[in-house]
């Protein structure tokens, strides 16, 4: 299997403080992961340097045969997309739905112009997709929650990249419109073209049997990453949140008590 993304002896220091400590991680074709752990244990930061938006103060991080560094990152970063709400504030309420997939071509955030009509004509198939076709005459500002997370997906695949970080897509979404989100994420999980799916989530109600493989992380450092079935257990959720939690398998899906 070829690989998609690898991460070596990462570490990132900020402020004096070691945030990352070393991780080592690989992602190979094919594989879709969830990054679970605590608030506060590198999320967030480990993401910030798959994406090229903070350099790692030591390490490599490789998309593909590109290495940072060695490459140009600006061309590297395109493979590598990124949903995650913060984005949403940079979108100008008044920009095309249309506009705003489109936008994904050039990982540009507003295009101020309409996009040529193949962008426009790509854009609202993967609407389609979503089953959400209507939406294609709205107004980015008029839209729910939900709605700016299919939207924000479909402008990220518009990209055609080799790995898809999503940061909680489900944030906010309310339980009906979540399980309508992740269904939409495992028929994308079976695309014989889709990317490596990444997401990061705290409920494991979210991780969806598509997600074959888990990163768990506590303290910036790996506790334990590789095939779900293997990593996923009661022990470690236990050893990475520091208090006992029992892990529920329902069917192909989980539940965590906690207590
Ligand atoms: N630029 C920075 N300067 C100083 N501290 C930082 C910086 N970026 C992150 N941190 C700190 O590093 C730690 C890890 O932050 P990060 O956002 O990566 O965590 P996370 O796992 O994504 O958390 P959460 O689940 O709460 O979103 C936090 O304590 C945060 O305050």
């Keep these: 299997m070829s690989s998609v993304l690898r991460v070596q002896k990462a570490t990132f220091v900020r402020s004096g403080r070691r945030i990352l400590k070393g991780i080592d991680w690989e992602v190979q074709a094919g594989q879709h992961w969830c990054i679970l752990g605590p608030n506060g244990c590198g999320k967030t930061s480990l993401i910030n340097l798959i994406t090229g938006y903070e350099p790692a103060t030591s390490g490599d991080i490789q998309i593909g045969e590109d290495q940072f560094g060695n490459s140009d990152w600006r061309e590297v970063r395109k493979r590598v997309g990124l949903v995650t709400n913060t984005l949403t504030t940079f979108i100008e309420p008044g920009e095309p739905v249309i ?29 389609k997709a979503t089953g959400s076709p209507h939406l294609r005459k709205s107004l980015w500002g008029t839209l729910s929650q939900g709605e700016r997370q299919k939207v924000l997906i479909c402008r990220a695949l518009m990209a055609q990249f080799s790995v898809l970080i999503l940061d909680e897509p489900c944030a906010g979404l309310d339980p009906v419109a979540r399980e309508h989100f992740l269904q939409w994420m495992a028929e ?30 506590k303290n910036g450092q790996v506790h334990s990453q590789g095939e779900k079935a293997d990593i996923l257990t009661s022990e470690a959720l236990s050893e990475i949140y520091g208090a006992p939690v029992e892990l529920e398998e329902r069917g192909e899906r989980y539940a965590l008590v906690v207590g």
């Design 188 to 217: 994308i999980a079976t695309w014989p073209e889709s990317p490596s799916l990444v997401m990061v989530t705290h409920h494991v109600e979210e991780i969806l049997p598509c997600l074959t493989h888990v990163l768990l992380l």
């Design 99 to 127: 506009n705003v997939i489109a936008s994904g071509r050039e990982a540009k955030l507003n295009l101020w112009q309409a996009p040529p009509a193949a962008w426009q004509r790509q854009a609202a198939t993967l609407l």
